[in-house]
């Protein structure tokens, strides 16, 4: 018998046995449904669908005093109507107490009246006008 190398020896006679690396097992994250694909957290989910703004009415009331004229260029000015539509707001409010002289979203609605109020004190008259919400 011809004598073997040392490396043909072992590879003869020995399979080298290859250690097992112990397997550590990770338990498998659960699917929450509350997790994100992209790993964001979601607090809260909304139902709810966004609604459109709340509506507001801009009414001009009557008096005895303030003369008609000026509620015309009040009405022209501040809620750009013109001369015709506002000769007949202002007429409606004169015969029925009060008016609607536009609908504007609640911030627009107020600035509307401060505008009026403040041109009505202005000019001496005692003009009132309100802002009053819309039904949805
Ligand atoms: N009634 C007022 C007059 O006879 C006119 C007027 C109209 C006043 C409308 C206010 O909001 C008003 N001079």
Redesign the pocket.
Known sequence: MAWLSPIECFMATKIPKIPKIPKISQPKPARVPDVEDDGVVVLERRTEKTRPPSMYQVV?????????EF?VQVIQEFFSKDLETATQI?LK??LDGR?VCGVYSRDVAATKVDQVMEAANKAGHP?QCVSEPLEP
């Open positions: 001009m009331l009557n008096d005895d005093y303030t003369p008609m509620v202002m409010i004169h008016g003009l």
